[in-house]
């Protein structure tokens, strides 16, 4: 039985409250391990820690900093395969997907931050008749909290953690207790990569008892969060009184719109990963998908006919498209939705039911689910799912099409297709979402902003933009 414990001043120890956690594999439903469910005393042991690395770690060359971020890089490259496994394994992904994005991109989070750091400058302003130059320096902010969800475990864990250890700051960790697992091999890889004790404490727990208590700590002086947008709103009251800087990546119901001029056998394969790809838990997935009347129809049938060839299946196997679900209580949720379909004038296009999955009956299996819808104001096309559910829509023309798109309280990302580059141009500019891909999906280059607006979140992460949420600025005006 896999036995995690927290990581606090680069050793593990045991939560103080001295309980657990089971540890579950959603392929089979069956407990696999113990975690500790940890409370505010261990915050304030991990804070401690922290407190004391800081000076230290905060004053160290950009070198020696990068140099850590690096071999942290390389050993997760080195135990790959191991983590490719566990994640697997912990969340109930395809191997292969674990194995070709979230281990290489938590790798890469951690070797971008490590050459991002010695590139990133601060800005002079010669003050032009008042003589005076003005210099802005960019200090670390201190201790900072990091808190991830479930859906790419430790590529959402290092994607915070990377720049917030690169721009010198100390952290204290959270992540999701449905998925400790590759969090818990993290810290075993930080203690061999030389990161020095109390630079980064893993707190391993449930989110309204350690997240909460880390969440109000008052010497945590930063929040970056990535979850949904109801635990954002509630850590958003507990940090703003106390002035915390605070990231917020939350939820979305991402429109995908497409035009009758697209390149359509490529629109058609990313549109069935975009809607599906990790059992459509990805918060860029496109679940609204709305097309042009002129191709709807037949859309419709080749969709349909594409998602019929997926295979549900054990996530080991690596013939598996969609694996399992991250939890039962998800699973229920996800289900309870398709039980609205009925009252929401729907209709069942494909999927909608559970799956046994021939020696794991009892693991947390789902169809792929298209469903088609009369109006974008139903709950299917308001409210998250965040799973393998998408609704299809015929729209008539380019105003509709935008309309149905903002016509949502996320704000997260769209994604376009069409080969008319007047339309492509002017939609991009009139969708109110953080990101906008055309022609493409989940394309990432890391040096871009990555964030979402209206209810998918406040403040952007990726490339300097992570290194300026982590540092605060202090400018300096000397007359002369
Ligand atoms: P969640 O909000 O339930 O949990 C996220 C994390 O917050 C977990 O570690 C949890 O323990 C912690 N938490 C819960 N209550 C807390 C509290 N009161 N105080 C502090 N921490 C608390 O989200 P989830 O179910 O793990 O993840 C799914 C959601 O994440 C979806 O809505 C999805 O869209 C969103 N998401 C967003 C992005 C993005 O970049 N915008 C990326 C991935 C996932």
């Known amino acids: 039985m896999l036995e995690i414990s927290n990581y606090i001043n680069g050793d593990f120890v045991e939560s103080t409250s001295k309980l657990q ?39 160290s060359t950009l070198a020696f900093r990068s140099k850590i971020l690096q071999n942290i890089a390389d050993l997760i490259e080195n135990n790959a395969e191991d983590l490719a496994r566990a994640e697997s394994k912990d969340n109930g992904k395809p191997i292969s997907l674990a194995a070709k994005v979230d281990i290489p991109r938590a790798a890469q989070n951690f070797s971008f931050f490590a050459k991002a750091i010695t590139q990133f400058s601060s800005e002079a302003h010669e003050s032009s008749g008042l003589q005076s130059i003005n210099f802005t320096l960019r200090k670390p902010i201190g201790i900072v909290g990091c808190i991830s969800p479930w859906n790419l475990p430790l590529y959402l864990f290092t994607w915070k953690i990377a720049p917030a250890l690169a721009a010198g700051n100390c952290v204290v960790a959270k992540p999701s207790e449905v998925t400790p697992v590759t969090a818990f091999m993290l ?39 990535t979850g949904g947008t109801a635990t954002g709103k509630h850590i958003a009251t507990e940090a703003a009184p106390q ?53 709807y129809e037949q859309f419709k049938k080749d969709f349909i006919n594409e998602v019929k060839k997926l295979k549900v299946g054990h996530p080991a196997e690596k013939s598996t498209n969609l694996g399992a679900l991250v939890s039962k209580a998800h699973l229920e949720k996800v289900e309870s939705y398709v039980q609205q379909i009925k009252h929401q004038n729907a209709k069942l296009l ?61 704000g997260l990302s769209a994604t376009l297709w069409t080969q008319n580059i007047d339309r492509a141009m ?28 209206k209810q998918s979140g406040v403040g952007r992460e990726g490339g300097l933009e992570a290194l300026r949420f982590f540092t605060e600025p202090k400018n300096i005006c000397i007359a002369y």
């Not at 407990?31 to 940890?38: L, N, T």
């Not at 109390?198 to 945590?220: D, E, F, S, T």
């Not at 009369?374 to 299917?380: D, G, K, P, V, Y």
Request: proline letters at 5%; a neutral charge.
């Open 350 to 410: 494909h999927g909608g039911n559970r799956v046994k999955v021939k020696d794991y009956e009892d693991g947390f299996y789902f169809e792929p689910t298209v469903i088609e819808v009369q109006s974008n104001t139903c709950a299917l096309n308001q409210e998250e799912i965040f799973g393998p559910v998408v609704t299809i829509m015929p729209f008539k023309d380019e105003t509709e099409a935008l309309h149905l798109a903002n016509e949502s309280p996320y």
């Open 187 to 225: 810290s075993k890889i930080c203690i061999e990569a030389g990161l020095p004790k109390g630079v980064l404490n893993i707190v391993h727990g449930l989110g309204p008892a350690v997240g909460n208590a880390l969440v109000k700590h008052p010497k945590i002086k930063a929040i970056s969060f």
């Open 21 to 59: 956690l089971d540890v579950i594999d959603p392929s089979s439903a069956k407990v696999y391990g113990k975690m500790p469910s940890s409370n505010k005393d261990d915050i304030e042991l991990a804070v401690q820690a922290a407190e004391k690395a800081l000076p230290n770690w905060k004053n």
């Open 426 to 453: 002017r939609l991009s500019q009139e969708l109110e979402t953080g990101i906008v891909w055309v022609n493409t999906w989940l394309n990432r280059d890391l040096r871009t902003p990555f964030g979402g607006t």
């Open 243 to 295: 002035f915390k800087k605070l990231s917020l990546e939350l939820g979305g119901k991402n429109p995908n719109l497409i035009f009758a001029d697209c390149d359509y056998s490529k629109m058609l394969a990313t549109t069935v990963k975009s809607s599906f790809a990790n059992q459509g838990q990805i918060c860029l997935c496109g679940s609204r998908i709305f097309v042009e009347k002129s191709i």
